[in-house]
C-alpha cells in the first residue's frame, strides 16, 4: 500500500515538475538586444547598427508574437578597427 502511495507521488511530481518547465513565455518579457555596424566613419557605422538593431527587435517581436514592443534608450559605442569603424548598438526591449 505505502508503495503504491510512493509511486502515485512520485509520478505526480513529475508531472508537476514537467508542467512548471514547459510554460509560455509570459508577457512582458524583456532583453538587451545588439545590433552591429561596420563603415569607413562613424556616422555611417552608426546608422547601420542603428538599422540591424531595429532588424533584431521586429525579429525578437515576431518570435514572440508581440504586436507592441518597448524599447528603452539606446546605447551606441563606436571603435576602430583598422581602416573601418565598429559601432555596436544595444536597447532594453520589452514586450
Known sequence: M????LI????LAAITAYTVATQPVEAGSCVVATGKGR???DAKATDRSMTHL???IKHWAHKNK???VKEGKIHTT???KGA???CKS???VCG
Open 2 to 5: 505505502i508503495k503504491k502511495f
Open 8 to 11: 502515485a507521488g512520485a509520478a
Open 39 to 41: 563603415a569607413l566613419n
Open 54 to 56: 531595429k532588424h533584431v
Open 66 to 68: 508581440d504586436k507592441v
Open 78 to 80: 563606436c571603435a576602430k
Open 84 to 86: 573601418l569603424s565598429v
Open 90 to 92: 544595444s536597447a532594453k
